[in-house]
């Protein structure tokens, strides 16, 4: 069974940056479609960004040109790097990975901006 650990939230000011990183361990995790969430206490799970196993990434409008998600060579890590953090960029955020019609999240790290 593939598990997912998040690490990297914390406490940031308006402006500032963090690095959110996701390993994924288990048989056959690496190189999927790997994704990150959001959720405000309240409100629907929302999609920040992802990355295909071709490489290919896609962002949500909200966070374009201002995150980067990556993955590392052995495929079962990846990183989203946040810069220019806003107060309404404040969540829980998920790590999240699609196996075939099957999906596994992580357990969340909170985000926190201070305006």
């Known amino acids: 069974q593939i598990q997912l650990v998040e690490s990297g939230g914390g406490l940031v000011q308006a402006g500032g940056s963090l690095r959110l990183s996701c390993a994924a361990s288990g048989r056959s995790s690496s190189f999927l479609t790997m994704a990150w969430y959001r959720q405000v206490p309240g409100h629907q799970r929302d999609f920040v960004a992802g990355?295909?196993?071709?490489?290919?990434?896609k962002y949500s409008d909200t966070v374009k040109g201002r995150f980067s998600i990556s993955r590392d060579n052995a495929g079962k890590t990846i990183s989203l790097q946040m810069n220019d953090l806003q107060p309404n960029d404040t969540a829980v955020y998920y790590c999240n990975l699609k196996l075939g019609l099957g999906e596994t999240w992580g357990q969340g790290t909170q985000v926190t901006v201070s305006s």
């Open positions: 990355i295909y196993p071709n490489g290919i990434t």
